[in-house]
């Protein structure tokens, strides 16, 4: 049946914006009740609910029972587009953040870069290289959580708003099951593609599969956006490139057999010169001061 792989995409494309509906409507409430520092909370919250489809379609397609090449290049490709695609939203918004935002960047970039090369260099190798750099780059993930600097000033709940309730717990389980639901389906999708039109699926998963499992963090982004909260905005971005370079690689590392590809390699390649790239403008931007009106 030929429209059962742009069934398949768009369900798991719709479960998953689904989900992420659910639960942005109930992180800022769910942030302020159970984190008392707002920027960690955004950060972790975001990373374990927004960044779950991430996590889960590399997973599912490396350790699936009789996964074959088309799913380890299917999930290779999951695990790179992700990054790549949020980097396309980050850069333009780092012109616009404070020096604050900027020296976080300015901080953390430097040990990713040097953990993704080394992950480009030891996928496929023996798992006794390949473990200490998975710890490495999950070392860099719980540090990265741990040095989130405190909000500049407190932050309330806007006196319209309602307290955190149970409605909150269950729109934010339940929105992240739908996206776990949908990331499964979509996957599938991408399979079926692959069976029906002979295309990679390396490049279906690394261009197609960030439009789904992105969309929560672009919905995120939107919402505080609207609000002009760009401080909250940045730890939602950041904080989903940070999980993606540094925890789903390092799974990555543990449970892919891939043994490496041209086109992968490239990818790797180009999330590391866009890494670079913002490095730069963090260093830039981190390091100006206001001006001061002369007397």
Not at 78 to 85: I, R, T, V
Not at 120 to 145: D, E
Not at 163 to 190: E, K, N, T, Y
Request: charged content about 15%; proline content about 8%.
């Amino acid at each position: 049946m030929p429209q059962t792989p742009l069934v398949l995409l768009a369900g798991g494309f719709f479960l998953i914006v689904a989900g992420s509906t659910l639960f942005t409507r109930s992180l800022e409430r769910t942030v302020l009740r159970f984190f008392n520092n707002k920027s960690r909370g955004l950060r972790i919250l975001g990373n374990l609910s927004l960044s779950l489809p991430e996590l889960l379609l590399p997973l599912i397609a490396f350790l699936t029972p009789g996964s074959g090449k088309s799913r380890v290049e299917a999930g290779t490709g999951a695990l790179f587009g992700p990054p790549l695609f949020l980097l396309l939203f980050l850069v333009p918004l780092a012109f616009f953040l404070k020096p604050r935002e900027n020296r976080i960047l300015a901080r953390e970039i430097p040990l990713l870069l040097s953990g993704l090369a080394l992950a480009l260099f030891l996928f496929g190798h023996s798992l006794l290289f390949r473990l200490p750099l998975a710890l490495f780059l999950a070392g860099i993930y719980l540090w990265g959580l741990l040095a989130t600097p405190e909000d500049e000033a407190p932050q309330e709940v806007p006196e319209s708003g309602s307290p955190w309730g149970p409605f909150d717990a269950i729109s934010v389980v339940g929105g992240s099951l739908l996206m776990g639901g949908g990331s499964q389906l979509f996957l599938v999708g991408i399979d079926h593609l692959r069976s029906a039109q002979g295309i990679s699926p390396f490049w279906v998963a690394l261009i197609l599969a960030p439009l789904a499992t992105e969309a929560p963090e672009l919905l995120t982004l939107l919402h505080f956006l609207k609000k002009r909260s760009l401080s909250e905005g940045h730890s939602i971005l950041w904080g989903s490139i940070h999980l993606q370079a540094t925890l789903s690689i390092a799974l990555g590392l543990l449970a892919s057999p891939w043994k490496g590809s041209a086109a992968a390699r490239s990818a790797g390649e180009s999330l590391l010169l866009i890494l670079g790239a913002l490095l730069l403008l963090s260093w830039r931007r981190s390091s100006q001061r206001p001006k001061v009106p002369a007397p």
